[in-house]
């Protein structure tokens, strides 16, 4: 059986593991103004504010960025 400290242990490690992620993708992501336009050419259709107020510097719409990630 784990105890407690174990597992708060685990589980410290794991929000680390977490924040790290999150700092890698933000510094991929960039930082300044996001555009107002998907960036890719064959979309060019309207980033939503919410998802431009969200992730600062963004360039792709959701749709376009999944794209984009899943062939890297």
Do not use: H
């Not at 410290?12 to 890698?24: G, V």
């Not at 510094?27 to 259709?45: K, P, Y």
């Not at 510097?57 to 984009?68: E, F, I, P």
């Amino acid at each position: 059986m784990f105890s407690n400290r174990a597992l708060d242990k685990a589980s410290e490690l794991e929000q680390a593991d977490r924040d790290q992620a999150l700092r890698r993708v933000r510094a991929r992501i960039g930082v300044g103004a996001s555009a107002e336009f998907c960036q890719d050419d064959a979309c060019g259709l309207p980033i939503p504010e919410a998802r431009r107020l969200a992730v600062p510097g963004c360039r792709y719409c959701v749709d376009c960025q999944v794209l984009w990630e899943r062939a890297r």
